[in-house]
């Protein structure tokens, strides 16, 4: 069986995304996994006569994952009343890492992103996690271009 995998950051386009790529594992026959990667909480340690900035990734504590994945179920409850095989995963890692990682480790044929439709200036300066799963991916990615109502 072929294998979805979705990344949602629960912002308002989450369930947007999570519809479209349920429509997508349903025309497919396919198990749809949907994930939440939860970023590191960074400390700051200042380094060396300029004062550059490190960050050391400190893990999230075990009950955090598990409200987290209860959230994650809430958006499968849906899917799996209509008879759609689907599982959940939260675990923290840097987003673009944890996303591709996943995909790998469950053999995805397919990754589903919504997009926030953020402007240039924005992309200029913090990026986007879906222009980085889209350089970075061995595999399809299917982009929801969804706007927050």
Same mark, same amino acid.
């Given at each position: =069986?072929?294998?979805?995998?979705?990344?949602?950051?629960?912002? #308002?386009?989450?369930?947007?995304?999570?519809?479209?790529?349920?429509? &997508?594992?349903?025309? =497919?026959?396919?198990?749809?996994?949907? /994930?939440?990667?939860?970023?590191?909480?960074? %400390?700051?340690?200042?380094? +060396?006569?300029?004062?550059?900035?490190?960050?050391?990734?400190?893990?999230?504590?075990? @009950?955090? /994952?598990?409200?987290?994945?209860?959230? &994650?179920?809430?958006? @499968?409850? #849906?899917? *799996?009343?209509? +008879? *759609?095989?689907?599982? !959940?995963?939260?675990?923290?890692? /840097?987003?673009?890492?944890?996303? *591709?990682?996943?995909?790998?480790?469950?053999? %995805?044929? =397919?990754?589903?992103?919504?997009?926030?439709?953020? +402007?240039?200036?924005?992309?200029?300066?913090? +990026?986007?996690?879906? !222009?980085?799963? *889209?350089?970075?991916?061995?595999?399809?990615? !299917?982009?929801?271009?969804?706007?927050?109502?």
């Amino acid at each position: =069986m072929k294998t979805i995998l979705t990344a949602i950051d629960f912002s #308002p386009i989450s369930q947007k995304v999570v519809d479209g790529a349920g429509q &997508l594992a349903a025309a =497919m026959g396919a198990r749809l996994v949907i /994930l939440n990667v939860a970023e590191p909480i960074a %400390a700051y340690v200042p380094v +060396g006569a300029a004062m550059d900035v490190i960050t050391a990734p400190m893990p999230m504590e075990p @009950a955090d /994952l598990n409200a987290v994945k209860e959230r &994650l179920n809430q958006f @499968a409850a #849906p899917l *799996l009343s209509k +008879g *759609l095989n689907v599982e !959940t995963v939260a675990l923290v890692s /840097l987003p673009v890492d944890g996303i *591709l990682d996943q995909a790998t480790a469950l053999q %995805a044929a =397919m990754i589903v992103l919504g997009s926030h439709g953020h +402007g240039a200036v924005y992309q200029l300066f913090s +990026g986007s996690v879906v !222009t980085s799963v *889209l350089h970075r991916s061995h595999i399809p990615v !299917t982009v929801i271009p969804v706007h927050a109502d």
